[in-house]
């Protein structure tokens, strides 16, 4: 059964540190990975996305790796702001399937 | 800038009311998707279109139907809501690139309160 799970599923930081948000998944088949955003009562911000044949992505503070063989990827946030405080959420493509599986989320508090 | 808009950010509906919620993209992509989102369950996927016409359901269909008539619109239909349908509700679409990458793109969702 195909599964994606977050941890921790809440994380409080002091403003500038670096952080990293954890997912993990049950197949190594994937096609693709998609790491997201969601700001309370408001859809999904696509953040990043990493191919199954890529190993990271990068956008301005936020980096993405991929890692197939231990079914496990991270979002590294560099130097957190407040406006950082958001639900953070993972979602896998696996091959095959044409839907996305989206893991609970990760919800970060960044203390000013 | 990719847009896909819902036709409602909150609704208040009675049981047994027959509701439609609609998304509309306008980046001519062919696979659109309804997600509900409730607290401790994350998102789950209703149904998703693949093109005009076309559905496929997705892991919690009962009680739920679609609607793709044209291919910037995909529309779900609650026949008869029930207060078990209060969710919050995504719509995305999803297009491809030229080297097989994609992304799927968020509407801003539609808060369904069924009393």
């Known amino acids: 059964k195909q599964e994606v799970t977050q941890i921790p599923a809440a994380l409080s930081v002091p403003e500038g540190e670096n952080l990293v948000l954890n997912c993990s998944f049950t197949?190594?088949?994937?096609?693709?990975l998609q790491w997201f955003r969601q700001d309370p009562g408001k859809g999904l911000t696509s953040l990043l996305l990493?191919?199954?044949?890529?190993r990271e992505q990068t956008s301005g503070r936020l980096n993405a790796s991929l890692d197939k063989s231990s079914g496990r990827s991270t979002l590294y946030i560099a130097a957190s702001q407040p406006g950082d405080s958001a639900t953070y959420l993972c979602?896998?493509?696996?091959?095959?399937?044409?839907?996305?599986?989206f893991g609970s989320g990760t919800k970060l508090n960044v203390k000013p | 800038d990719v847009k896909v808009t819902q036709s409602s950010r909150y609704l208040v509906k009675r049981t047994g009311e027959k509701v439609f919620l609609e998304c509309v993209q306008d980046?001519?992509?062919?696979?659109m998707f309804w997600y509900r989102q409730d607290p401790g369950l994350g998102l789950r996927l209703i149904y998703f279109?693949?093109?005009?016409?076309?559905?496929e359901k997705g892991d919690i269909p009962e009680g739920y139907s679609v609607s793709r008539e044209k291919k910037e619109r995909f529309s779900l239909i609650l026949e008869s809501a029930s207060t078990n349908q209060t969710s919050m509700y995504l719509c995305?679409?999803?297009?491809?690139?030229?080297?097989?990458?994609?992304?799927?793109?968020f509407g801003p969702g539609t808060r369904l309160l069924v009393l």
């Open positions: 995305a679409s999803r297009y491809r690139l030229a080297g097989g990458q994609e992304t799927q793109y």
């Open positions: 197949d190594s088949a994937i096609y693709n």
């Open positions: 990493i191919q199954s044949s890529q």
């Open positions: 979602a896998v493509r696996y091959r095959g399937f044409n839907k996305f599986y």
């Open positions: 980046m001519d992509h062919e696979n």
């Open positions: 279109s693949y093109d005009v016409k076309m559905k």
